[in-house]
């Protein structure tokens, strides 16, 4: 079974997106902010990461940014899952490691679709 981080300071948006991806068939570790998220990447080695951009302290592009950045978590693929909407956060998302971006309010389908992307 596949492991996906999912890293959402909105307790009820990581409790939808880790719901999605339970049904989906996918093993869930959500984590409510990307510095923790940063810390526990390496031990729990996700298949993919999850994430929403706007989170306090360190942002979900700084996250991508990190984990781009490093070595040894480069290769993990990062789905964006956010409220930010306009073209240019589309861009500097890719800009800064998200290979797919979609946006909140997403269907389990969405998501469940961008995820099998990124693993396939």
């Keep these: ?5 999912v890293v959402d300071d909105a307790h ?3 409790e ?3 719901s999605y991806l339970r049904e989906g068939g996918y ?7 990307a510095k923790d998220a940063l810390s ?5 080695r ?14 979900g592009f700084d996250l991508c940014r990190d984990l781009k950045g490093n ?3 480069s290769s993990i693929p990062i789905v964006a899952c956010t409220s930010k909407k306009q073209a240019l956060d589309r ?3 890719m800009k800064q490691g998200v290979a797919v971006y979609i946006t909140k309010p997403c269907t389990e389908r969405q998501l469940l679709q961008a995820v099998k992307s990124v693993l396939d």
């Design 12 to 14: 009820s948006e990581l």
């Design 1 to 5: 079974m596949r492991t996906i981080m």
């Design 71 to 73: 070595p040894n978590t």
């Design 40 to 44: 526990r990447v390496e031990q729990q």
């Design 16 to 18: 939808l997106i880790s």
């Design 46 to 59: 996700p298949d993919a990461v999850v994430t929403d951009i706007v989170m306090p302290g360190m942002s």
């Design 27 to 33: 093993r869930v570790i959500g984590i409510s902010s």
């Design 91 to 93: 861009l500097w998302g």
